[in-house]
């Protein structure tokens, strides 16, 4: 098999970090990279990421990924804007600008919107639809800015919330961030759209 080389940038917050998982490979990062060395991919994996990050610091990281030229850059923002009721316009807009300048740069971009974060176990069953609905707002938002600027959206809140409220042990022990297995799974759903857009700038590059 004929390899091709990879720069992978994972930016935006805990969860593109990997916080709440046993070890380092079992974060989202590595377990990306070892499904696209699967497929035939050398991967240059490089996690901006910062715990805490809301879609406003998106803007840092960008900065920080544009000197390493990334071929892909996956982006996982939102439960942060959500816990602290940033406008979902306002996270939205912060969003755009970060994938305007990392497509302008040659980066192609998937764009994983906010968490479904009722499904977090300390939210109180009565305030779960209302939490629902606030996520849906900012996910739509998302969805429609990163298309617009020319992005992959990975629609993965719903099957992965789904995948959480079933099996507890997802949870890591704060019952907040994903588990080694919680990452796991996350990574299951997030791989196709990660794949395809990698073979899709190989073959690219290949005409």
Same mark, same amino acid.
């Given at each position: 098999m004929v390899r091709t080389a990879l720069r992978l940038a994972l930016l935006g917050d805990s969860l593109a970090f990997g916080t709440g998982a046993a070890r380092p490979s079992d974060a989202l990062g590595p377990r990306l990279t070892r499904v696209l060395a699967d497929?035939? +991919?050398? !991967?240059d994996l490089h996690v901006l990421a910062v715990p805490g990050a809301v879609s406003g610091d998106l803007a840092a990281q960008v900065r920080r990924v544009l000197p390493l030229a990334a071929d892909l850059a996956v982006v996982v923002v939102g439960a942060n804007?959500? #816990?602290? +009721?940033?406008? #979902? &316009? &306002?996270?939205a807009a912060a969003l755009s600008a970060a994938v305007? #300048?990392?497509?302008a740069a040659g980066t192609d971009v998937v764009v994983v919107p906010a968490p479904d974060m009722s499904m977090v176990p300390f939210v109180p069953p009565a305030l779960r639809p209302l939490v629902r609905g606030a996520c849906g707002v900012l996910q739509q938002r998302q969805a429609e800015v990163a298309l617009a600027g020319g992005a992959t959206v990975a629609a993965v809140a719903a099957e !992965? #919330?789904?995948?959480f409220v079933t099996d507890p042990a997802l949870f890591s022990g704060d019952r907040f961030h994903p588990s080694s297995a919680g990452y796991g799974r996350i990574a299951e759903v997030l791989a196709p759209y990660v794949l395809t857009a990698a073979r899709a700038r190989r073959d690219d590059a290949a005409a």
């Open positions: 497929d035939g +991919f050398d !991967v804007d959500l #816990a602290r +009721f940033v406008p #979902a &316009q &306002q996270a305007t #300048a990392l497509r !992965v #919330a789904r995948a």
